[in-house]
């Protein structure tokens, strides 16, 4: 039987490169990648490069075909020139001068583009001087034949301004000549340059097909690899869909519950004071009455202040204690239903105070359950106790709708607004009003900007 030494293992399997599950060594992978980039990147800097000779070699061509159109435009205003002249010495009419007149300032604006096509030539400036001389000779022959024909009546043929104007035209063809054969170098330079950039990109599709293809096959073998990862994440993401809603709804029934336990106990603690503390300060304000009544006459008058600030102290107790609870539990709300009870908080809002409040309320909010009515009557009275608080408003608009078995909810005021995105976190009384609406998945909104008043809308859906 055979052993193996410490630190050696003759059975086990010599280690092979890693591969993918298609059984292609990964650094064959890199490697095709690598090479990929790299001619990629040849491809995209070589036509870069390419493209940018071509164009300056185009610019070259329209540059240099712009010089020769320039040698044809001061042909064709000489010949234009002339032509007026001979006529204007033929007849005498003035008409006859007008391309003339014309010619001559667009002459020496276009000798002056034709020196600047000439700056980067200096072996031709000799050539462009003595073409420039005789243009100059030729307007000034034209000037003087014109001036004799007008001073002296007919003169005989201009011999001289027609020397003057073949050697022109001589001299003008010859540097156009020059400029063409400019024109068809730069044309032939472009012509190989794309041949060249033809060729390249011919050589670098091919290596690029070829790597596609190579690519191709790696890519097939990891395709069912990427669809059991589609599907694994496509089930996973909708499990976690189905946690998150499921939490969702378990957090907005927390919500629910924490606010219809909170709304209990303070119905709880209303009845309380309303039973006890209420039976406490109805029987001290009867036997106050009752000391006051029984008293000697002369005890009744000098006491009399003090009984009165008694009676006063227990007044204001009762309805301290009545507002309290009517805070703490409407009273109108279970006795009235919620329509009588927004009414009642508009008109006790606007009591006292110099606002305004419109109420704009349905006919009939009978598909409103106990617990959504004390929402949207909550919601109100955050509302008006903010604007109270901080809004120094002088109109108040209240209104409350139904449309597809949502509850819609508006509070509008004309006071000073505020910046909601600069909201202070403090500001219990909003979050508190979108905690209710939140808890039903409704949609609350603040609307509201300095100077410009506030809008809260609530809308709260009406079924499970």
């Known amino acids: 039987m055979s052993t193996a030494q410490p630190g050696s293992a003759p059975d086990a399997p010599s280690p092979r490169p890693s591969s993918d599950g298609g059984g292609v060594p990964r650094i064959w992978q890199h490697v095709l990648l690598a090479c990929g980039c790299a001619l990629a990147l040849t491809l995209l800097v070589s036509s870069y490069l390419q493209s940018s000779l071509g164009l300056d070699a185009l610019d070259e061509v329209l540059a240099q075909s712009a010089q020769v159109d320039h040698m044809d435009q001061l042909q064709l205003l000489l010949v234009d020139s002339e032509t007026g002249v001979r006529g204007y010495l033929l007849t005498a009419e003035p008409f006859y001068l007008e391309p003339y007149e014309t010619a001559a300032p667009a002459i020496g604006a276009l000798l002056e583009r034709i020196r600047g096509d000439f700056s980067d030539k200096p072996g031709m400036q000799a050539e462009l001087d003595a073409l420039v001389s005789l243009v100059e000779a030729k307007q000034a022959a034209m000037s003087e034949a014109v001036a004799r024909r007008t001073l002296e009546g007919e003169q005989p043929n201009d011999l001289v301004g027609k020397i003057l104007m073949d050697e022109a035209r001589d001299k003008i063809l010859s540097l156009r000549a020059v400029l063409t054969a400019d ?273 809260i809308t609530a809308r709260v859906p009406l079924d499970n």
């Open 183 to 455: 024109v068809t170098t730069s044309i032939g330079i472009s012509q190989d340059r794309f041949r060249l950039t033809r060729s390249i990109g011919i050589a670098l599709a091919g290596a690029t097909l070829l790597l596609l293809i190579a690519l191709f096959a790696v890519m097939q073998r990891q395709a069912e690899l990427r669809g059991q990862l589609t599907e694994l994440l496509a089930t996973e993401n909708s499990r976690l869909e189905k946690q998150v809603r499921q939490r969702t709804a378990e957090l907005r029934r927390l919500a629910r519950y924490l606010t219809n336990a909170s709304e209990a106990e303070q119905a709880r603690l209303a009845r309380e004071l309303h039973d006890e503390l209420g039976s406490l300060l109805t029987a001290a304000k009867m036997d106050a009455g009752w000391i006051r009544r029984k008293l000697p006459e002369d005890l009744r008058e000098a006491w009399k202040s003090r009984l009165d600030r008694l009676q006063e102290t227990l007044t204001s107790g009762i309805a301290l204690k009545r507002r309290i609870i009517d805070d703490l539990r409407p009273p109108l709300l279970k006795d009235l239903g919620l329509l009588e009870a927004l009414r009642a908080l508009a008109e006790d809002f606007a009591m006292g105070s110099e606002m305004t409040v419109d109420v704009a309320l349905p006919d009939d909010v009978s598909t409103f359950d106990e617990e959504r009515a004390l929402t949207v009557f909550r919601i109100a009275q955050e509302a008006f106790t903010n604007i109270r608080k901080y809004a120094k408003a002088t109109h108040v608009t209240l209104s409350l709708g139904v449309e597809a078995s949502v509850a819609c909810l508006s509070v509008t005021d004309d006071g000073v607004g505020f910046d909601p995105g600069g909201l202070a976190a403090d500001r219990h009384g909003l979050a508190g009003m979108q905690h209710r609406v939140q808890t039903y998945a409704g949609h609350f909104e603040v609307v509201s900007s300095p100077g410009q008043g506030t809008r």
